[in-house]
């Protein structure tokens, strides 16, 4: 198995413009999460998705933020528009039915805002 | 609001034991969780549990609120960042802002 995958892994782009992020998660994996690590708050749920419908996206920061997963198999981030502070790692985690034990981490996206 | 503590660094030398200290307000939260992050690597489980246990150089202590993460005879490569997560019963993770471990040779 390869594992959760994120693309890309570095991305630098210039403020107001508009970012993806990319996430497979493991096959058979039922529940999807986006985090975002920042030196400051460490790693914060932005959100998560079970059998590909948001349950929870209260750690959205605002409405420039959005996720959708319209497959078992694929998952975006996407922000519009970009800010220098949304510059952090993102990372995107899977996991299999009710058990917690199961979670894998992507290795994440770097984003820079200029 | 649910919210997870840990100290923001701890420093040690090698062979020294490190210890991690980590504690919660998550409501329903039973279980921790701790993980380690290289940067630019996904973040790996190296513990977990609602009870106290062990793999390998990793001990991690259990009380309802508050974890212990023991990194023994530490070495100079064990330097990263180490998260600490509670786990509540609908098994979401909140984790901590990470503890960053020096190690001087």
């Known amino acids: 198995d390869a594992g959760v995958i994120q693309s890309p892994r570095h991305e630098v782009t210039e403020m107001g413009q508009e970012v993806t992020l990319r996430c497979k998660p493991i096959?058979?994996?039922?529940?999807l999460f986006w985090y975002r690590q920042t030196m400051m708050r460490g790693l914060e749920l932005l959100i998560y998705f079970n059998n590909n419908v948001p349950i929870d996206d209260s750690g959205m920061p605002e409405d420039r933020f959005s996720a959708k997963m319209p497959n078992a198999s694929f998952s975006t981030l996407k922000i519009q528009p970009s800010e220098p502070r949304d510059s952090a790692v993102y990372f995107c985690?899977?996991?299999?039915?009710?058990?917690?034990?199961?979670?894998?981490f992507g290795s994440g996206t770097r984003l820079t805002v200029v | 609001k649910d919210q997870v503590f840990q100290p923001s660094t701890v420093a040690s030398s090698e062979g020294a034991v490190v210890e991690i200290f980590c504690n919660h307000s998550?409501?329903?939260?039973?279980?921790f969780f701790w993980y380690l992050h290289f940067p630019g690597c996904a973040p790996r489980l190296l513990v977990k549990g609602s009870k106290p246990s062990q793999q390998g150089r990793y001990n991690m202590t259990y009380e309802r609120f508050s974890s212990s993460l023991l990194i023994l005879q530490v070495r100079e490569a064990d330097a990263a960042v180490y998260y600490c997560a509670a786990c509540s019963n609908d098994y979401k993770l909140s984790f901590g802002a990470g503890t960053t471990v020096t190690v001087r040779a």
């Open positions: 985690a899977s996991r299999a039915g009710q058990g917690a034990y199961g979670y894998t």
């Open positions: 998550v409501s329903n939260a039973y279980n």
């Open positions: 096959s058979g994996h039922d529940y």
